[in-house]
């Protein structure tokens, strides 16, 4: 992964010709609504300190707050750390793109500074991140999920403040051998696999916060297949399924999204990928998406790393 990717020429892409819908001050959450509430120096304050939530804050505004400004918007992000909420929102008024980030939920036991990372990126999402949308606006909670790693994390991950970030110290085989796969490029493997991670270790929040018994992995990605596409928040391992999925997707982070076609700037068949789609748990393709492209390409032609034989077999559960 080239550092020169943060450039603002490249950021100016990322939403390209599209033309934003009206603003709007809905909000949009990265939990569903809840009462939990964590205080500054109570019991539950297990997470990330003050000063780590800031260093994770300073280096999504740096990275972001030129590509919104080249949008000819404006991006707020609230640092509300005595905020004892549970939760993270984003939520448009006039020209600006706001983030609300509660103090609550990074005190949370769960949370790593790379998974508040993510958290900034899902935010981010909601207003970055393409179709397929809700509310007039926002891309819906499986979309920012996803964009977070295809897009954000890599950015952020990329950014040498971030090596000093908080993370879970375990490994994960099938994350681990996933990105080397896709990635030959030591760097951009090393971002791929803490994106993967900062999904698990989220993922970890999403069961406790449900009272789940079931610990989520890699490598039983949820089977459940949706008629229509579902706006709302995934379960849990299929919002784990989507992170994964976005850190593998190798569609370059300058490659713009759509506010109408899901298939731009995304990982489809349509495009000649072999992994890295959205989950069918949440997602429904449109028939253009599934179909091959007219002109078949080998990966290596079309600039994408073709998937080892082993690795194809283990991600079986994501083919479409």
Not at 23 to 45: H, K, M, Q, R, Y
């Amino acid at each position: 992964m080239k550092r020169n990717i943060l450039l603002s020429a490249v950021s100016a892409m990322l939403l390209g010709a599209a033309v934003m819908p009206a603003a709007s001050s809905d909000c949009t959450g990265f939990l569903p609504p809840n009462d939990l509430s964590i205080p500054v120096g109570s019991a539950e304050d297990k997470g990330i300190v003050e000063a780590q939530f800031n260093e994770v804050m300073n280096i999504v505004e740096k990275i972001y707050k030129p590509q919104v400004a080249a949008l000819g918007k404006v991006l707020e992000l609230r640092r509300l750390w005595t905020n004892n909420t549970v939760n993270a929102s984003a939520q448009q008024s006039g020209n600006r793109y706001i983030l609300n980030m509660y103090g609550g939920l990074a005190r949370h036991e769960t949370i790593t500074m790379d998974g508040m990372a993510l958290v900034a990126c899902h935010e981010l999402g909601h207003h970055l991140g393409g179709a397929p949308k809700v509310s007039g606006w926002a891309s819906n909670e499986g979309q920012s999920d996803y964009y977070a790693n295809m897009k954000c994390l890599k950015q952020v991950f990329s950014d040498t403040a971030s090596l000093n970030f908080t993370r879970l110290s375990a490994g994960d085989e099938v994350a681990e051998k996933g990105c080397e796969a896709m990635y030959s490029d030591a760097q951009e493997r090393a971002v791929c696999f803490r994106g993967a991670m900062a999904g698990k270790s989220v993922a970890y929040l999403f069961k406790a916060l449900r009272n789940e018994t079931v610990v989520p992995r890699f490598d039983t990605p949820d089977a459940k297949v949706v008629g229509s596409m579902y706006n709302q928040h995934p379960g849990t391992q299929c919002r784990m399924d989507t992170y994964l999925q976005g850190s593998f997707c190798t569609q370059p982070i300058s490659a713009p999204l759509s506010h109408t076609d899901t298939k731009v700037g995304t990982c489809t068949r349509y495009g000649g990928f072999q992994t890295g789609f959205r989950p069918l748990c949440w997602y429904k393709p449109t028939a253009a998406e599934l179909a091959p492209p007219a002109a078949p390409l080998l990966p290596e032609a079309a600039g994408i790393p073709a998937p080892r034989a082993a690795f194809t077999t283990l991600l079986h559960g994501y083919a479409w």
